[in-house]
């Protein structure tokens, strides 16, 4: 909403679009400081829901391109390229598909070329992970992906940020 240049590829592999739609609504509505949307508001397609969808998609409509699954990375670097789009979202990457003898080997590839896709694309990206473990300011960056060393590699380009639990000079705790 802030930036009117930012193209966006958001990568649906686990949610289905109506599913992103009701979250965006409710989501949206605060965001844009219209009525509040509750989830069940949108899922009936209330009058607050489809206004706060109207308002999203004259904002950000044709900014946002949403590639759904089955999730590969040539199906998302394609759109990437045809919108120039400088913001991936990966949702999420246990769901996508590549080449390999076994899942792990398969996620290695899928990784690599991810990671080949924000360097040669110059865009940000986002991988959602379903690989759960947990890790803090004292993890090594290995402890962060299991079952793949590509994901380790990967890393390299990764900013993990952990949150300061101490208030700052306004009492906040970020």
Known sequence: LAD?????????????PQALARRAACVGAGLL????????DAGQRGREARQTLVELVERIGERLTIVPAPLTV?????EVVRTGATL?????????????NDRV?????????IRQLAVTR???????????KSAGPGSR???YARGSGEFDYA??????????ERPDEHGIID
């Open 4 to 16: 009117n240049d930012l193209r966006v590829v958001y990568a649906l592999g686990e949610m289905t």
């Open 33 to 40: 400081g219209m009525e509040p949307v509750t989830m069940q």
């Open 74 to 78: 040539d199906r998302i670097d394609d």
């Open 88 to 100: 991936v979202v990966v949702d999420y990457l246990q769901l996508m598909r590549g080449d390999g």
């Open 105 to 113: 080997q398969e996620l290695d590839g899928i990784i690599g070329r």
């Open 122 to 132: 110059e865009a940000a990206v986002i991988v959602i992970s379903s690989m759960a």
């Open 141 to 143: 960056i290995g402890q």
């Open 155 to 164: 890393a390299e380009l990764l900013f993990v940020g952990v949150a300061d």
